[in-house]
């Protein structure tokens, strides 16, 4: 299985970005994929997920200004990004796991398959 992220860039404080994982995976639809993302000096933190029944998961810190989805027939992941903080800048990180349980969602261990990475970078 193999992921790629696109979309990042450079936007201004209180801008949008819209993030892309297209996935190589026949099986898209009955994965988890979920984006996590990693400033410099901190840990990889977990920022949205979505399950095979759509059903999503977000950060507190993300909540109301992100929105994730997906498209099973084009098999692509989105993260729609909006009311930007300089807090958000990270390389931004889309993962896939065919099997998860409920409570491991937000884990990044849990996680089998990781995309590249792509930078995202707010400036005020």
């Known amino acids: 299985v193999q992921l790629q992220a696109s979309g990042g860039g450079s936007v201004q404080a209180g801008g949008s970005l819209r993030l892309t994982c297209a996935v190589s995976e026949r099986s898209f639809s009955r994965f988890v994929t979920a984006w996590f993302r990693q400033a410099p000096g901190k840990e990889r933190e977990f920022v949205a997920a979505i399950k095979w029944s759509a059903g999503t998961y977000y950060a507190d810190s993300v909540k109301g200004r992100f929105s994730i989805s997906k498209d099973n027939a084009k098999k692509t992941m989105y993260l729609q990004m909006g009311s930007l903080r300089l807090e958000d800048t990270a390389t931004y990180y889309c993962?896939?796991?065919?099997?998860?349980?409920?409570?491991?969602?937000?884990?990044?261990?849990?996680?089998?398959?990781w995309g590249q990475g792509t930078q995202v970078t707010v400036s005020s």
């Open positions: 993962a896939a796991v065919s099997r998860i349980i409920q409570s491991s969602i937000r884990d990044a261990e849990a996680y089998d398959y």
